[in-house]
């Protein structure tokens, strides 16, 4: 059997939380800002919990997580 590998990409982008959730940073936030509102981009500050239904594929991204 070969060996079980972590997506590079998943290890960059997420980190397991000691409850068990898995916390994400905001999408959007990287560039064109200047036409987005202050507000949006506060809003955009943080990070976020992953969605129900995408918590499976995180998972399996991740499995020494």
Sequence with gaps: M???KTKSGAKK???VR???GIKRGSAFKRHILTKKTTKS???L???VEV???DVKLVRAM???A
Excluded: I
């Design 18 to 20: 000691a409850s068990g």
């Design 41 to 43: 981009k506060r809003q």
């Design 51 to 53: 969605h129900a239904s």
């Design 13 to 15: 982008r997420f980190k």
């Design 45 to 47: 500050r943080g990070v």
């Design 2 to 4: 070969p060996k079980m």
């Design 62 to 64: 991740l499995p020494f």
